[in-house]
């Protein structure tokens, strides 16, 4: 199995490069992030990358697989065209190798106020919820923050700074959408304007790399729901 | 980048320094920030990719949302699952408290499954009893199967709200200590640029998680490789009951992905290959609810007498199917996922093959139920180290003694997370300044971490070490030991412990060094996997997760004490805290289910 991987050390490389790998007897079924560690436990110590639940949970080992993004961990190489193409997230810095800088996405994440506001006294055990306020949460809280979406989106690549990105409004609707958080005026007003969120032009790239499943734009467009009818 | 590495090593100053950001961790960070300390958390990843991230079934608390339950009942069960080596001082704390922590993350957002009448959901899990052992109880507070993830993201949102420090992608290589051992913070290098920084605390708190790494097939994540644990041996303290690792009954076969207990809760049994339902035979009352030690003993043993399925019958299939689609993707949807992508199985249609897989360490860091850490010094079994602190997998409180109950895990790191936080408040109103740490000691460290600056000239790599170490640990210590066996695994482990000092690795950079991560995490599974098999060899009795075919009983006038294993002293033992704090004591029984 070959695979052709984007290399840069910023220690010794003037710009980055691809190097060539080849794996021999790998198994139907493998996941790609097998592939990449036997090829740094055997091959080469320097391949860098991040990882670590190995079955699509903690959202480490997002990168550019054949031109998609996506989790090396839960993408079988059954499926990919070889020589696989291995690079990393588009769109922010690269620290080294498939290691990116991701501080600018999470600092968007940490713009939408990503947590419960409940200003009333709490009670001395749950606040109530009913298995339908709940269900409105289903597809919203289980983001695994890999930014594949994100660094799908042409409007984050242009304005990473300006657009939240599909991540971070996911989150925002995570919040909007929960009965018991009570700073949902707030939460709106903070997400007017021409970029924080209507810089989405629902172009979907993020909907096709969700490794979750998940569906930032149809997210996107309940906000603007909301915020239509608010101003009604 | 390299520049940095020529400047002098930076030194921060905090009133706690955290070490590991799961889910004990950031409950310990967010109760400090709140009471306006200064706490700085320190971990090798972006903290929601701790391993916290992937419990799935949920957190155990008699809220008695779903039938009849109270605290003392889950006590019982948790002093019995322990199979009587657990400490009932802290047994009695933890679930005491536990409402209240479900409570507090339900405050901090954690959307957790609902009831009809807008309470939260709880399921059925394995070894949990109404009325000290009668009927099954529901006592699991659960956010569907992503429960971990649930409370890892909004204890994270938490901290964030609360502006707590954090050192994201730092490693922390080793403890700093004082002449009379007390602990005065740490030193860690940043894994981004290389740099080393030494972070002075009053107070430090381990929290690092497990350490399943040591075993081939494990549900346990990469990361999971028991830095805390081996931190804490390199600074002289002894590890406890490490001979105590529980195998998950359901592991995705040959391949360790988790298939949580919530699906057997759900309804969902155990078949052999003649079709049998097994666990009628093991267990007759719990069934496929029994505590995991004794599930695990019951696959092992059908495939071990033949009845495996598969064309190895190397496995038993966990049958759901009938349970249907919807019960299925309401409750289950995380590991109805995982099944479809790496097994092509959908849990809904067809059953999943599953083997005991490593999953959990229940020994670690001695502590008390205050989360000091505690070591024998003369007569005294437990002494408080002064300034350190443990909480988590990574200690041993002991709350789960020979076999931890599923839902007592989540639990306990909040629990225990919490009570750490609290106690280190007040400590640190009786020790109000830093003390100074010595350059040797810093120096000894920054050794150890410059020696990876250059190429070295040993023929060892870490994977070469660390594949070995799997396997002699997978072959020598797992559901089932002897003598024999565990003779040669000792052997095995001193012997490639010994090869360490020839090791090197081919990455020299300062930026994002991954090789030298690894070589550092090495030598803590080595220390890790030392503790396990030197305590496994030395317990001849049988005891939850302990499983001795030359010793098959328990021995509770030999054997009731903890075990604790040290680099210095070997093998040493104290004895069990059985007196409650204020309830009778559950003296040991015969433990059936």
Redesign the interface.
């Given at each position: 199995m070959k695979f052709k991987i984007y290399r840069y050390?910023?220690?010794?490389d003037k710009k980055p490069y691809v190097q060539d790998y080849e794996l021999d007897k790998v198994e139907p079924?493998t996941?790609l992030l097998a592939a990449l560690l036997r090829i740094?436990?055997?091959q080469?110590?320097?391949l860098?990358?991040?990882?670590?639940?190995?079955?699509?949970?903690?959202?480490?080992d997002g990168m550019n697989i054949n031109g998609t993004n996506g989790l090396a961990c839960?993408t079988?190489l059954d499926s990919l065209k070889q020589p696989v193409e291995i690079r990393p997230l588009p769109g922010l810095p690269v620290?080294?190798?498939l290691?990116i800088d991701?501080e600018q996405f999470?600092k968007q994440y940490?713009a939408v106020?990503?947590?419960?506001v409940?200003n009333d006294p709490?009670p001395?055990?749950?606040?109530?919820?009913?298995?339908e306020?709940?269900e409105k949460?289903d597809g919203l809280?289980?983001c695994?923050?890999c930014a594949c979406c994100s660094t799908s989106c042409p409007s984050f690549w242009w304005n990473p700074d300006k657009f939240l990105g599909p991540a971070a409004l996911l989150q925002a609707s995570r919040?909007i959408e929960?009965s018991?958080d009570q700073d949902f005026e707030k939460r709106l007003e903070d997400l007017e304007g021409p970029f924080k969120l209507f810089r989405c032009h629902t172009i979907m790239n993020c909907v096709n790399v969700c490794p979750k499943?998940l569906n930032p734009t149809k997210a996107i467009g309940r906000i603007k729901n909301k915020m239509v009818s608010r101003s009604l | 980048m390299s520049e940095s590495n020529r400047q002098p090593i930076e030194r921060r100053q905090f009133d706690t320094l955290i070490i590991g950001a799961g889910g004990g961790g950031l409950r310990a960070s967010l109760q400090l920030a709140e009471a306006d300390l200064s706490v700085a958390v320190v971990s090798k990843v972006f903290p929601t990719r701790s391993h916290t991230v992937a419990a799935q079934g949920g957190m155990n608390a008699a809220l008695a949302n779903v039938g009849p339950d109270n605290w003392h009942w889950h006590m019982f069960d948790t002093v019995k699952g322990s199979d009587y080596l657990g400490d009932q001082d802290a047994i009695e704390y933890m679930c005491r408290t536990a409402p209240k922590a479900v409570y507090e993350l339900e405050h901090f957002g954690v959307p957790f499954s609902r009831l009809d009448n807008g309470k939260i959901y709880q399921r059925a899990f394995g070894g949990q009893s109404q009325n000290f052992g009668g009927d099954q109880a529901a006592r699991t507070c659960a956010a569907a199967d992503r429960t971990g993830h649930a409370i890892l993201h909004s204890l994270y949102q938490q901290n964030i709200r609360a502006k707590t420090h954090f050192f994201d992608e730092y490693f922390a290589v080793d403890l700093l200590q004082g002449d009379e051992g007390q602990v005065l913070g740490a030193l860690v290098f940043n894994i981004n640029d290389g740099s080393i920084i030494v972070i002075e605390a009053r107070t430090t708190l381990i929290a690092t998680g497990g350490a399943g790494q040591i075993f081939k097939t494990t549900t346990n994540a990469l990361i999971n490789t028991g830095d805390g644990m081996g931190m804490a041996m390199r600074a002289g303290i002894p590890l406890q009951d490490m001979e105590f690792y529980q195998f998950h009954p359901t592991g995705i076969a040959g391949r360790g992905m988790l298939i949580t207990e919530g699906a057997r809760g759900e309804g969902g049994y155990l078949v052999n290959a003649d079709g049998e339902r097994m666990m009628e035979r093991y267990a007759p009352k719990a069934k496929d609810l029994a505590s995991r030690d004794v599930v695990s003993r019951a696959i092992a043993i059908e495939v071990r007498e033949g009845r495996g399925c598969g064309p190895k019958k190397d496995h038993v299939m966990l049958k759901l199917d009938h349970l249907g689609e919807e019960v299925i993707q309401k409750r289950l949807p995380g590991i109805r996922q995982t099944c479809i992508t790496f097994l092509g199985i959908d849990p809904a249609e067809a059953p999943i093959p599953v083997f005991p897989t490593a999953h959990y360490t229940m020994g670690g860091i001695p502590t008390n139920r205050h989360g000091q850490v505690v070591v024998p010094v003369k007569d005294t079994p437990e002494e408080p180290v002064a300034g350190l602190y443990a909480a988590g997998e990574c200690a041993c409180v002991s709350v789960h003694g020979g076999n931890r109950l599923g839902g007592n895990s989540l639990l306990d790191i909040l629990v225990f997370g919490r009570a750490a936080a609290n106690h280190i408040i007040e400590y640190l109103k009786e020790n109000k300044y830093h003390q100074q740490i010595d350059d040797a000691a810093i120096n000894k460290v920054v050794d150890k971490v410059r020696r990876y600056d250059k190429p070295g000239t040993g023929k060892e790599t870490v994977a070469g070490l660390r594949d070995e170490l799997k396997q002699v640990m997978e072959e020598h210590c797992s559901v089932f030991r002897n003598k024999e066996i565990l003779n040669q695994g000792v052997d095995k482990i001193e012997r490639l412990a010994e090869r360490m000092k020839d090791l090197s690795i081919d990455d020299q950079s300062y930026t994002f060094n991954t090789a030298k991560v690894e070589a550092f995490e090495l030598e803590n599974l080595m220390a890790v996997a030392l503790a396990t098999i030197h305590s496994a060899n030395a317990r001849e009795e049988s005891r939850g997760a302990h499983s001795r075919t030359d010793f098959t009983e328990r021995d509770d006038i030999a054997w009731m004490r903890h075990s604790l294993y040290s680099f210095e002293n070997g093998l040493d033992y104290k004895p069990v805290r059985t007196k409650p704090i204020s309830v009778e004591s559950f003296p040991p029984k015969p433990r059936v289910y």
């Open positions: 050390n910023p220690e010794t079924g996941m740094k436990d055997e080469d110590q320097t860098s990358f991040r990882r670590s639940c190995g079955e699509g949970v903690c959202g480490s839960v079988s620290i080294r190798d290691i991701m999470y940490r106020k990503p947590y419960l409940v709490m001395e055990v749950e606040l109530l919820q009913t298995p306020q709940r949460l809280y289980e695994v923050l919040f929960d018991r499943g | -």
